[in-house]
């Protein structure tokens, strides 16, 4: 196994997952089978009890794994479908050797850092980067790792130290180390500063490590003094240093490598050069390019709770960019704060409210992403969901029996799931080429009351998709109107670059009035 080891300095906040992404997708591009892990030095075991504000969005797996959303630019740039163990955690890792310790696995020993965490992270790298990913058989050609945080934190130091073993372990050409920092420009002068990096690299080689190729962001790019300063203080050859300079949209980023010989120096160094083949970009290049070149757009409403942080419907934003740019246009966003469009806020806050109502009524299309909230239905006194008011006459929303009720982390109805569409004669199943069901992933813990579902929909509404045991709703539509459609599942997590999700699809060519014409081309699942 070939492995490439992405590290991040100066700040937080680089790009390091996007960088990672990259590499991977150049590599593939070369004929590579690529996999990817990413370590989070937290302790958490898992980023499911995280607040959105905290680490913005939790990305679920198709195993009901809640981890990082880098693993959804993974999935995303590379068209692979990862598992939990792709996402490591301190906390899964103290977690399996503590769990060793008391079954006596240790035989007595001091149980300590160095050697049973640091091994217990080889172990854990080792193995999974054997998972193949891709659907293909037999392991991957290599393992592209993202260490989070920024090189020099104390959560990161066992993590450095068992990277250091199995670059030692695992030999000079299985082992490549990109190091990505920040070139700041400072004062009127406009100088780019070298300075920050050269900390940072020797940081990173006190610690065991040093780097074989260096990313660097800046606004602007490098100027070949800057170039050679670094080349000469970081003991890594100019043209290994790759610049990462802002670019009209993040799909440039690979063939900004591309255009830099990064694959050169990777396959170099990882002694791949005699098996891998020129990159093929090209598909990739026109999905950067059309993108560049939209001029019409769709003004889309984002009505949700945590809009205060784009980061936390990461994968929705994502979503509706491959949807819109399968319908030829460029998404234009309005985020809209629940609070604002109720009652109450007419007068805590009567101008957000104003405002709020006002960039409503001009939308195009209005999308109300996964989140929290209590609504009355039906003109029942205080409906509501059991999450909300437990003693409620009218529980239109209620726990699911198999959660937990003590326990937050991992407890939902979590990944992938079967959804059954009751009749084929329905927008949504047409959308996905008039399939009898569908796989897409969950997160959740409550859900519609079965025993409310006839008064729904004698009141209007239809259940067309539901769960095997036909117990469960899934999909929601509103008959006669052009685009009504609610989904207990979250399409977004498996949507992708010219493959975008169904739903999303269909709110983007309602908006512009083509879904009829749409659906009436597909009809034959074309």
């Known amino acids: ?43 958490n075991t898992d980023a499911g009890t995280m607040s959105p504000f905290e680490h913005g969005e939790v990305f679920v797996l198709d195993d009901g794994g809640e981890v990082d959303l880098d693993l959804g630019n993974y999935e995303r740039f590379l068209d692979i479908t990862l598992t939990k163990e792709n996402n490591i955690t301190t906390g899964k890792i103290y977690q399996s050797v503590l769990d060793k310790e008391r079954k006596g696995d240790f035989l007595g020993k001091t149980v300590q850092v160095v050697p049973h965490i640091t091994d217990a992270i080889k172990e854990r790298i080792e193995s999974v980067a054997h998972v193949p990913v891709d659907g293909k058989e037999g392991p991957a050609d290599v393992c592209v790792i993202e260490l989070g945080g920024t090189v020099g934190d104390i959560e990161s130091m066992p993590f450095i130290e068992a990277l250091r073993q199995l670059f030692f372990s695992v030999g000079h050409d299985n082992f490549c180390l990109i190091h990505v920092s920040l070139i700041p420009v400072l004062g009127v002068v406009g100088e780019q500063k070298t300075k920050p990096t050269q900390h940072s690299v020797r940081e990173l080689r006190a610690l065991g490590l040093t780097p074989h190729l260096l990313a660097c962001r800046s606004a602007q790019p490098l100027l070949d003094n800057t170039k050679q300063k670094l080349s000469q203080f970081c003991h890594v050859p100019a043209a290994n240093i790759l610049n990462i300079h802002d670019v009209p949209n993040i799909w440039h980023i690979p063939l900004l490598l591309r255009n830099q010989n990064a694959h050169h120096s990777i396959l170099k160094q990882l002694d791949l050069l005699s098996i891998a083949t020129p990159p093929d970009l090209e598909a990739w290049t026109r999905m950067a390019e059309t993108f560049d070149n939209l001029t019409d757009s769709v003004r889309i409403a984002m009505v949700g709770k945590y809009v205060g942080l784009t980061d936390s419907y990461l994968s929705v934003v994502k979503a509706l960019l491959h949807a819109c740019i399968a ?36 939308a195009e299309c209005v999308l109300v992403p996964g989140g929290f909230g209590d609504r009355g239905v039906l003109g029942f006194e205080r409906a509501n969901s059991a999450e909300f008011d437990k003693e409620t006459h009218n529980p239109v929303v209620i726990f699911m029996p198999e959660g937990s009720r003590t326990h937050m982390g991992s407890t939902m109805r979590l990944g992938s799931r079967r959804t059954l569409f009751q009749t084929t004669d329905c927008v949504t199943s047409k959308l996905y080429c008039n399939a009898q069901s569908v796989d897409e992933r969950h997160r959740h813990r409550y859900e519609v009351n079965p025993d409310m579902i006839e008064v729904l929909e004698e009141a209007g509404l239809k259940f067309v998709g539901k769960d095997e045991t036909g117990k469960r709703m899934e999909v929601l539509e509103l008959p006669g109107h052009p685009f009504y459609v609610g989904v207990q599942f979250h399409p977004e997590f498996k949507s992708r670059p010219g493959k975008p999700s169904a739903p999303f699809l269909g709110l983007i060519l309602s908006a512009k009035g083509q879904l009829e014409a749409y659906l009436n081309r597909h009809q034959n699942g074309s």
């Open 1 to 43: 196994m070939k492995y490439v080891l992405v590290t991040g300095g100066v700040v937080s906040g680089l790009g390091k997952g996007v960088t990672a992404c990259s590499i991977g997708v150049v590599l593939k591009a070369c004929g590579l089978r690529v996999t990817s892990i990413k370590i989070d030095p937290y302790l």
């Open 327 to 362: 319908c030829s246009l460029k998404p234009s966003i309005d985020w809209i704060a629940a609070s604002d469009l109720e009652d109450d806020s007419v007068k805590s806050a009567p101008e957000a409210h104003a405002a709020a109502w006002k960039t409503l009524r001009n």
